[in-house]
């Protein structure tokens, strides 16, 4: 997108590092600022300029804030049925997986394309991934990230020229680029931020860290919005939150907001300093290491979906007093129902490549179940109950 003139590069770095800070500090979880995946995709097809970029950007912000103060993010958090969020989740997860291998692994061979990127180093780095699965404090991805830099500057056998104060755009979309930018792009990142981008965070944030207060979808909301809705006037790439940075973080180590604050500070330093030259050294990046990290963070968002059925906030019952949670134990036919949600969640997101038609999927497949009066449905004394609630 730099490439293309689709965001300004030390922007990005700059404003997104300063969110990191922020982001660490406010909610003290490895909370992850990342593209908004739908924008980016839909901007390099059509080679958005840096207007229309930053009018998706903010329609996206402006959507997501309005629901923020008025409650309908609480509201759409209460009533989207954990099997639904769970599906999205491993389907993230699974796309991260598949694009990894085919864009990244796939195309590799042997010896090359260079001697410095080929299935030689993939085997590697799979084979030191499996050693530190044993050893969880050791810091895999920072070290095969600065084996990448190395790798890559050798390829290059360049340097990147030191420069302060790097130019910062001043991007001021027109009525018609705002109009337009939200018809072709807003419209299709929305789903995916709502979904992945809060709702699923919160949820995945009292799975892995339970010992850290959960942020509320009000408060991951409004993060969203604001961030952009300074960052993206200055050309800025949209970003938001993620349960698939969120449960990269926590893969490789990540156990609070100091995490994201140190990378926050690192990007701020090299919009300062590096500026547009990064770019050509995250170019020669080699694909054998970051297929890896990419392929072990879609595994590690996809595992999520394995405590459906046991242990999931929708079956966690609390008691007054001394808090004492509780788990209800679901008979084989809710176990079914529950199961056949989620996965018709993961077909449709991975059928279509779209966060949006496997929530539609998932949501059809769960009213359905209900309406037929699904034996899931029922109390162990006969009395009704809904199908499936989130907490």
């Known amino acids: 997108m730099t490439l293309s003139h689709s965001i300004s590069l030390p922007s990005s770095l700059l404003f997104m590092g300063v969110s990191n800070v922020l982001t660490g500090v406010m909610f003290g979880i490895p909370l992850p600022v990342q593209p908004m995946k739908a924008i980016a995709s839909i901007a390099i097809a059509r080679n958005f ?31 989207v049925p954990i099997p639904v969020v769970k599906g999205i989740q491993v389907g993230a997860g699974l796309s991260l997986v598949l694009s990894a291998g085919e864009k990244m692994l796939k195309p590799l061979g042997w010896t090359g394309p260079s001697p410095f990127d080929n299935l030689l180093w993939a085997i590697g780095a799979a084979l030191a991934l499996l050693l530190c699965t044993r050893a969880p404090r050791v810091p895999y991805a920072l070290l095969v990230f600065t084996l990448g830099l190395v790798l890559a500057g050798a390829r290059l056998q360049d340097t990147l020229t030191v420069r302060l104060f790097p130019s910062i755009p001043l991007v001021l979309p027109s009525r018609a680029t ?37 942020p509320s979808v009000t408060a991951i909301g409004s993060s969203v919005a604001l961030m952009n809705l300074v960052g993206c006037w200055f050309g800025a790439m949209p970003a938001c939150h993620g349960s698939g940075g969120l449960a990269a973080q926590h893969r490789f180590g990540a156990r609070s907001g100091s995490s994201v604050v140190l990378l926050g500070l690192f990007k701020i330093v ?63 036919s809710e176990r079914r129902d529950r199961w056949a949600v989620m996965m018709v969640t993961v077909a449709g997101l991975l059928a279509f490549r779209n966060d949006a038609v496997g929530f539609a999927a998932g949501m059809l497949w769960h009213w359905g179940l209900s309406a037929n009066g699904s034996s899931s449905g029922r109390m162990p004394d006969g009395e009704r109950q809904p199908l499936l609630h989130s907490r």
């Open 270 to 332: 090299l919009a300062l300093t590096a500026g547009d030259r990064l770019v050509r050294l995250l170019e020669a990046f080699p694909k054998a290491l970051l297929g890896l990290m990419v392929l072990a963070a879609g595994i590690e968002l996809a595992k999520v979906g394995e405590s459906l059925n046991v242990g999931a906030r929708d079956l966690r019952e609390e008691e007054t007093g001394d808090v004492v949670t509780k788990l209800r134990v679901l008979d084989e």
């Open 178 to 214: 705002f109009i337009h930018a939200f018809l072709t792009a807003s419209l299709g990142q929305l789903p995916l931020t709502i979904l992945n981008s809060i709702i699923a965070v919160t949820h995945l944030s009292a799975d892995l860290l339970p010992e850290v207060p959960t």
């Open 49 to 79: 300029s840096m207007e229309e970029t930053a009018a998706a950007g903010l329609g996206v912000s402006a959507v997501v804030g309005v629901m923020s103060i008025t409650g309908l993010l609480s509201w759409a958090a209460r009533v």
